[in-house]
């Protein structure tokens, strides 16, 4: 049986350092190459041996997928591609492409001027490795070999992408980091309902579901508002992009309204160059932004300057958004160590913190930190608030996209193990889908189907309801052919492939007596029979002719009725003269119940009689007894199995109306 491996390198039942590998249909791809931003030398990148130990990368890899520029996503890819020696293709984003060199450069001067790395990349490296990249647009779709590849929005920080990979009749969907919630300045992820074979998605925050939105903001709000009152200064740790420029149009906004005199700073240099690019890639933002964009653009702040290291002593409050937004480094670990022995001052943590940083140890309430290089201690005195502005996706917005996209299975990644769990057992109790959490190195083997039935399973759904006005019964053949399917009449296959149909049928032959007229006792039958078994029914009388069902035109019908009168009168009432009806009813073998049709037969047996005048179709119109939802049967509906309301036919159209039925429908159905 075909299968799909997923075998995480980083990122499996741990946040940070995200590489994904997948093996799909022959092929072998990598979804993100990202470093552990807490780790130290070759602790920081992905395991790359489990890949090289059996030969190159080349030899092994087809291609590389990045979701987003945050470093715990592409911080690895200069030293695969310059280090390593990978030179196939790459794939992101064009923001991607265009912030990614930033960050890595920033990122490159933190960890080797300062902090004395050995094994970091150096500048003409991530040069090298960024000339390799292909960008891609928003929806934009590509092939690499056999492997196809569209790109979706993902919401979390511009540019972000999940990827749908299909190679053969196998796919997946990786979301990499996604938000559901929509922004100041950005929308919310969306995926069509790919139904993919596995949906590969991040689970950071498994077991928590955010308040609202609304309620955050004006308590974020609030706790700067009273740190500057009391004269503190209040630093916000942020990554470069993302939450900055969230929280930046948050405040100059709150600034402007409330006539606020205290300074707002943003660390100069690469949040600066970073906010550029928002400006410049206006069509990534949500429809708020782009509608207001020509009268003003909200990255044009009125309030907030560049922060200079000079302010960092200045007397009196102020706000600073400082990068690294966990602390392990830069300018927002120098703030915070300045900062941290005045009780009067304040930092908000926006987001989640991998554990070990400095972040992580603050939140979880440790007061006194030691630090190496330089040796010092720091006493934590200042106020510490945790205010979730993550634009990560939260359980409820996990669960949210697992829905819209409807896979076959689901697995978990960039999340902590025992929080995956708890996520594990949701996902498979509301979904009824295999749900799976590898840790590193652990490779997840997910069956996928025979190619019969995806094929069927993605036809079927092109006619599925939710995508029609209304849900309607077809009936068809499916026909395989040149490894393409399309669903076409019965009609239509035993004249295009020259076969001849076979059906079996089974018939029950009862004889009732009824004082009805004959086309009193048709329309009641009617009635009771499209009531019981819908659509692709048949009732013939000798009205209509021939009542061999072998021969018969109505060949879409799975369940046909044939009635003869007898023309002899059997005695009764003279107001109500008794006929002798003999009724056929058959219906075909494994689409009808048995069970169901001789019910029906018994109920012919029974059927109450009820003289009350029926509407009539004569001349073209109605009589005014008709009711206007009444059913007629004419030969064209007889031919195709549909129905349409008395109201809307008259005589001479019954049998030529335009009607809205099989055929009409399956020629638009070949994939």
């Not at 995926?191 to 308590?219: G, H, N, Q």
């Not at 009444?630 to 049998?655: F, I």
Request: hydrophobic share 40%.
């Amino acid at each position: 049986m075909p299968a799909i491996k997923v075998t995480p390198l980083g990122a499996g039942q741990d946040v940070g350092r995200s590489c994904i590998l997948v093996s799909i249909g022959g092929r072998h791809i990598m979804l993100d190459c990202g470093m552990h931003m807490s780790a130290g030398d070759q602790k920081k990148f992905p395991d790359f041996e489990f890949i090289t130990q059996n030969g190159s990368l080349d030899d092994y890899l087809d291609v590389v997928l990045i979701s987003h520029f945050h470093l715990d996503h592409c911080g690895s890819l200069p030293y695969l591609t310059e280090v390593i020696g990978y030179k196939g293709p790459i794939y992101m984003t064009h923001p991607t492409k265009a912030i990614c060199p930033l960050l890595l450069e920033d990122f490159r001067k933190v960890a080797v001027e300062r902090q004395g790395s050995t094994t970091m990349f150096n500048s003409a490296q991530i040069q090298a490795c960024m000339a390799k990249v292909t960008a891609l647009g928003l929806y934009e779709c590509v092939t690499v070999g056999d492997i196809f590849i569209k790109v979706y929005y993902a919401g979390h920080v511009l540019g972000a992408a999940m990827f749908y990979v299909r190679v053969g009749n196998e796919s997946i969907v990786y979301t990499g980091d996604y938000n559901m919630t929509p922004d100041r300045h950005l929308g919310s992820a969306w995926l069509d309902r790919c139904r993919p074979d596995v949906f590969i998605t991040e689970s950071t925050y498994a077991t928590t579901i955010r308040d609202s939105k609304r309620i955050r903001e004006r308590e974020f709000l609030k706790k700067v508002h009273t740190a500057v009152a009391r004269g503190g200064k209040v630093l916000i740790p942020v990554f470069a992009l993302g939450r900055a420029q969230e929280l930046c149009i948050l405040l100059d906004s709150y600034w402007e309204r409330m006539g606020l005199s205290a300074p707002i700073y943003f660390s100069a240099g690469l949040t600066e160059k970073a906010t550029n690019y928002y400006k410049l890639f206006i069509t990534w933002m949500n429809e708020k932004v782009q509608k207001t964009f020509v009268e003003r653009n909200m990255f044009e702040y009125k309030n907030i300057r560049t922060f200079d290291r000079s302010y960092m002593d200045n007397p009196g409050p102020m706000v600073v958004f400082a990068s690294p937004g966990m602390l392990h480094a830069g300018l927002s670990l120098q703030l915070f160590k300045r900062w941290a022995s005045d009780p009067k001052n304040m930092v908000i943590m926006p987001g989640f913190c991998v554990s070990g940083t400095v972040g992580n140890k603050i939140l979880n309430g440790v007061k006194k930190l030691e630090f190496f290089n330089p040796k010092e201690t720091i006493e934590v005195k200042l106020d510490i608030e945790y205010l979730s502005f993550s634009a990560h996706a939260d359980a409820k917005g996990i669960m949210q996209l697992t829905r819209m996209c409807a896979p076959r299975h689901v697995l978990l990644v960039h999340g902590e193990g025992n929080k995956m769990g708890f996520l594990q057992r949701k996902v498979e109790k509301e979904y009824g889908v295999p749900c799976l959490y590898p840790a590193n190195a652990e490779t997840a083997v997910i069956p996928t189907p025979d190619i019969q039935n995806v094929l069927l399973e993605r036809n079927l759904m092109s006619v599925s309801p939710a995508s029609r006005s209304a849900s309607r019964v077809f009936d068809g053949l499916i026909v395989l052919e040149h490894d393409k399917m399309k669903i076409v009449s019965e009609r239509s296959a035993t004249s295009e492939y020259a076969v001849e149909a076979q059906r079996l049928w089974f018939t029950e032959t009862v004889t009732v007596t009824s004082t009805l007229s004959p086309s009193s006792y048709r329309r009641r039958l009617e009635r009771e029979l499209y009531k019981r078994f819908g659509d692709f029914v048949a009732v013939k009388d000798e009205d209509l002719g021939a009542s061999d069902l072998g021969t018969s035109s109505s060949h879409l019908s799975h369940i046909t009725v044939s009635i003869s009168p007898d023309d002899s009168l059997t005695g009764g009432p003279t107001e109500y003269p008794m006929v002798k009806y003999s009724v056929a009813v058959s219906w075909e073998d494994g689409l009808i119940d048995d069970e169901a049709a001789f019910l029906f037969v018994d109920y012919l047996a029974e059927m109450k009689e009820d003289h009350e005048e029926e509407g009539e179709i004569s001349g073209g119109a109605l009589s005014e007894e008709a009711s206007s939802d009444e059913y007629y049967v004419s030969d064209a509906e007889q031919e195709y199995g549909c129905l349409l309301p008395a109201n809307k036919r008259t005589a001479d159209s019954m049998a030529t109306l335009d009607l809205d039925c099989l055929d009409e429908t399956v020629s638009e159905l070949v994939i």
